[in-house]
């Protein structure tokens, strides 16, 4: 290897096992950190990432990008050197096209954004986040305009979560899916057959709820040497190296669902941290390829897997076994149905698999409509309930139940949302192509064999790390770009058998 | 302020930061990392030392700190600032001294030698580690002769975990002690009235344990709003910040000192470092003026409090309601005198109050011997054997039990054991100037009335955070020089009314 090729090698894994060092800060903020260090735990959280600001666009780290640049000319366009480079290229790019002022700027403001957003949902008063949102809008249309971009605004900023991705590729898929989802949501309401979910709800001890959710994620493949699971206020798995990925739940012991699937969902993020190959660790080809593949991941675990009919025949004679009283009068299909159940509601982290990509449809709507000023910021409650009640047939009661319920906006996430979908839709088509190799994976799944699908998405996705983009990925392991059908697919066949349409 | 003032407490500030998170890598290492993630921890603390390093080593540094000098010319000797400037120059020195050849490998040399004497050691055999040992005693010598000293090798040692304290001061606390204790331990030894601490094995479950430690270290004053408790294999505190300091315990189902005296000596670290004043947070004045002046504090909460006749009367109905069955047959008299068994041991870290300084009083000697060339490594355990013949009456049949026992000398902890016994030394001496202050402390502790004490602790040590020198610190709190005199004082009123001698 050249010399230049080994100091930009070096260079970039102390940015990565810094990077690392700030991810347990995170972790730990989270989990065990003790109240009073909230502001001692910002300042070391500050203080590493202006190191890592510091070095990540230094000249120093610049002039060795450079030369790495030299030093892969010619070497072949698939090659990990050469993707290595080129991602390494795109951060620093990005990192020092933003002036220091503006990043400054942007982080004081989410502080801001996120304790006023806060206090907001909680008097319900949108009055009073307003002004603190019009702010976000216009600091992260001049982020936008430092980034650059071809053809729409929102292209710079959903580059940040999904690259390679632009405006009108998420337009296409909502126009895919909008009008099948809202079609498919209407016949589920007017449904005969409706779903009883009352063996949800009962007494499930915390205690129990805890060994079952753990032996439940070790058995689909989570790696317990590699990982732990702790409690946190909101699920979330952090990783700090392909060796030290953690995730995090909650336990309501008077409902079921909340910790098993939030437990599967951060295990599928988990299990592709953890399936990075080793020879990437501390280079820039390392975890995911983006929040899209990574929400695949996680979703093709919690629904595809978790809320299909083998995987409940599987699991519930476990579930049985740790909860026998509450589920004393209830069946493996009763459980499958109640898992299912489809209600257009207020809430999006609360939908099922139907209705979820309406609320990130509406988001993705209101977010390009917000930056480039054909709505104004104080019309948007307005917008926002006239676009419930027609994807969804709801109407949110209260603006804390609708324009204020996500976090994202106040910290500067803009673009964000629809990685959810493209996650959702990711999760359908892949699992596609998994069936399609694996013939038997409904039945390996009702025998508890979780091997070979976890094998097929360590083949066809964790292996490459992050060295493409999700669009070159998403051909590479299911021979098409991505579109709506498989998910279009996979939801009208099971919710038709379900609701019997 | 000035504008290079201001420079240098920002630089400052940041180091301090980053050098919290490095320990909150560490503290994570040893509690929740999961065991497949330890190379990468190395990778990560190697990253963030390497940056530590760098940044607390560079000409920047250098010529804020030089500016800052300049700038607090003409203010008083003791002004935060003055002080503030001193002790980063000191700690600047001392890093710039070092060649950074010689630091690396001492780190690399640590961790073999870590890796080799837990072999050794389980394996009893002292020529596997000797290599080693040889090999570190040289690299220490080394530093030690580009950090300087003025009279003995030794000085530039000790100097890194007491600053201003010399070979021959420890020499004359060693030689004042030595006698005394030696016929302290060998009258205890002819007693008549043996102690018998039955009642401290039985079954003590881990669960009420760690409930009863919990609210033990609470009740003499540890915030738990600002800190934890953890279990660890080896107890520790950690501090990330004066408002985010952690203790560990373990806890043995079967013998209930283990958990209940380690528990009382970490909650007494981490009380001095939440006293540390919220002025000096991110300053180099923050935190424990040293090694030694931190046992004051833990070893005074541990023994002069815990292992007291008061404690253990308020103590005792608290543990009878947590283990009504195991204290059936006991009563807070018999835990007193249980807790204070005295038995001259092979093992340091279970030596009673009396025997424990003979513990420490041989590692300095042969410390001593091994960095003048006096004795050679391959003959120190003879000398360690001849020695604890000759100060407690035991010789260690093994030298896992000897020579093998303590972890300090493999990573290069050289210089370093000397401060258990300043520790103990100025635990009796602060208490016989807190009595002194607080007439009714004895009825305060009987009585669970810990702040009194807490307080006094906090004006006269805790406030001065590491802004004066231990020697100088001592001279505040106790109007003295540190002497042998009130730990040789109190343990002979002590154990001559437990043994009656």
Same mark, same amino acid.
């Given at each position: 290897?050249?010399?230049?090729?080994?100091?930009?090698?070096?260079?970039?894994?102390?940015?990565?096992?810094? +990077?690392?060092?700030?991810?347990?800060?995170?972790?730990?903020?989270?989990?065990?950190?003790?109240?009073?260090?909230?502001?001692?735990?910002?300042?070391?959280?500050?203080?590493?990432?202006?190191?890592?600001?510091?070095? +990540?666009?230094?000249?120093?780290?610049?002039?060795?990008?450079?030369?790495?640049?030299?030093?892969?000319?010619?070497?072949?366009?698939?090659?990990?050197?050469?993707?290595?480079?080129?991602?390494?290229?795109?951060?620093?790019?990005?990192?020092?096209?933003?002036?220091?002022?503006?990043?400054?700027?942007?982080?004081?403001?989410?502080?801001?954004?996120?304790?006023?957003?806060?206090?907001?949902?909680?008097?319900?008063?949108?009055?009073?986040?307003?002004?603190?949102?019009?702010?976000?809008?216009?600091?992260?249309?001049?982020?936008?305009?430092?980034?650059?971009?071809?053809?729409?605004?929102?292209?710079?900023?959903?580059?940040?979560?999904?690259?390679?991705?632009?405006?009108?590729?998420?337009?296409?898929?909502?126009?895919?899916?909008?009008?099948?989802?809202?079609?498919?949501?209407?016949?589920?309401?007017?449904?005969?057959?409706?779903?009883?979910?009352?063996?949800?709800? +009962?007494?499930?001890?915390?205690?129990?709820?805890?060994?079952?959710?753990?032996?439940?994620?070790?058995?689909?493949?989570?790696?317990?040497?590699?990982?732990?699971?702790?409690?946190?206020?909101?699920?979330?798995?952090?990783?700090?190296?392909?060796?030290?990925?953690?995730?995090?739940?909650?336990?309501?012991?008077?409902?079921?669902?909340?910790?098993?699937?939030?437990?599967?969902?951060?295990?599928?993020?988990?299990?592709?941290?953890?399936?990075?190959?080793?020879?990437?660790?501390?280079?820039?080809?390392?975890?995911?390829?983006?929040?899209?593949?990574?929400?695949?991941?996680?979703?093709?675990?919690?629904?595809?897997?978790?809320?299909?009919?083998?995987?409940?025949?599987?699991?519930?004679?476990?579930?049985?076994?740790?909860?026998?009283?509450?589920?004393?009068?209830?069946?493996?299909?009763?459980?499958?149905?109640?898992?299912?159940?489809?209600?257009?509601?207020?809430?999006?982290?609360?939908?099922?698999?139907? *209705?979820?990509?309406?609320?990130?449809?509406?988001?993705?709507?209101?977010?390009?409509?917000?930056?480039?000023? *054909?709505?104004?910021?104080?019309?948007?409650?307005?917008?926002?309930?006239?676009?419930?009640?027609?994807?969804?047939?709801?109407?949110?009661?209260?603006?804390?139940?609708?324009?204020?319920?996500?976090?994202?906006?106040?910290?500067?996430?803009?673009?964000?949302?629809?990685?959810?979908?493209?996650?959702?839709?990711?999760?359908?088509?892949?699992?596609?192509?998994?069936?399609?190799?694996?013939?038997?994976?409904?039945?390996?799944?009702?025998?508890?064999?979780?091997?070979?699908?976890?094998?097929?998405?360590?083949?066809?996705?964790?292996?490459?790390?992050?060295?493409?983009?999700?669009?070159?990925?998403?051909?590479?392991?299911?021979?098409?770009?991505?579109?709506?059908?498989?998910?279009?697919?996979?939801?009208?066949?099971?919710?038709?058998?379900?609701?019997?349409?």
């Amino acid at each position: 290897m050249s010399d230049s090729l080994q100091e930009f090698k070096a260079r970039f894994a102390m940015i990565s096992r810094l +990077g690392q060092a700030a991810g347990l800060l995170g972790w730990d903020q989270q989990t065990y950190m003790p109240s009073g260090a909230a502001m001692a735990r910002a300042e070391q959280m500050a203080a590493l990432g202006q190191m890592l600001h510091e070095i +990540g666009t230094s000249d120093e780290t610049g002039n060795l990008l450079t030369a790495a640049e030299a030093a892969i000319a010619g070497q072949p366009e698939d090659s990990d050197d050469v993707r290595m480079v080129r991602v390494a290229r795109r951060e620093f790019d990005k990192a020092t096209k933003l002036p220091v002022a503006l990043v400054t700027e942007i982080a004081r403001h989410t502080a801001i954004g996120q304790d006023v957003w806060a206090r907001a949902r909680h008097a319900n008063d949108f009055a009073m986040f307003a002004p603190v949102l019009e702010k976000m809008f216009d600091l992260v249309r001049q982020s936008a305009e430092c980034l650059g971009y071809k053809d729409h605004i929102y292209d710079a900023l959903i580059e940040n979560f999904e690259p390679g991705t632009t405006a009108a590729d998420v337009a296409t898929m909502f126009a895919e899916l909008k009008p099948d989802l809202v079609a498919l949501t209407q016949a589920i309401a007017q449904s005969k057959r409706p779903v009883d979910d009352r063996v949800l709800h +009962g007494d499930f001890p915390t205690e129990q709820q805890k060994a079952l959710t753990l032996s439940v994620v070790a058995a689909i493949g989570y790696d317990l040497t590699r990982g732990r699971q702790d409690i946190a206020e909101h699920p979330f798995c952090a990783n700090f190296s392909r060796d030290d990925v953690r995730i995090t739940t909650r336990f309501d012991p008077k409902f079921l669902n909340q910790a098993l699937y939030a437990s599967m969902h951060e295990a599928g993020h988990a299990m592709y941290e953890q399936g990075s190959p080793a020879a990437y660790e501390g280079t820039t080809l390392s975890g995911g390829a983006s929040l899209g593949v990574h929400e695949s991941q996680s979703r093709l675990w919690e629904n595809l897997v978790g809320r299909s009919r083998a995987f409940c025949h599987w699991v519930y004679p476990q579930l049985k076994s740790q909860f026998p009283d509450a589920l004393a009068h209830s069946d493996a299909e009763a459980f499958y149905r109640a898992v299912n159940k489809v209600t257009p509601s207020l809430i999006r982290v609360e939908a099922d698999e139907v *209705t979820y990509n309406l609320h990130t449809l509406l988001r993705f709507e209101l977010e390009c409509d917000l930056l480039t000023g *054909t709505l104004a910021v104080t019309d948007l409650p307005d917008a926002w309930n006239a676009r419930m009640e027609a994807y969804l047939g709801v109407t949110p009661p209260t603006n804390a139940d609708g324009v204020l319920q996500d976090v994202h906006w106040s910290c500067g996430l803009i673009g964000y949302f629809p990685t959810y979908s493209i996650g959702n839709l990711l999760s359908a088509q892949l699992w596609e192509s998994a069936t399609a190799a694996l013939p038997s994976l409904n039945t390996q799944i009702e025998h508890g064999e979780f091997d070979p699908l976890l094998g097929w998405l360590r083949t066809n996705v964790h292996a490459y790390g992050s060295k493409y983009l999700p669009k070159e990925l998403v051909l590479k392991a299911t021979g098409k770009p991505l579109s709506a059908r498989a998910y279009m697919d996979y939801l009208t066949a099971k919710y038709t058998d379900i609701y019997s349409l």
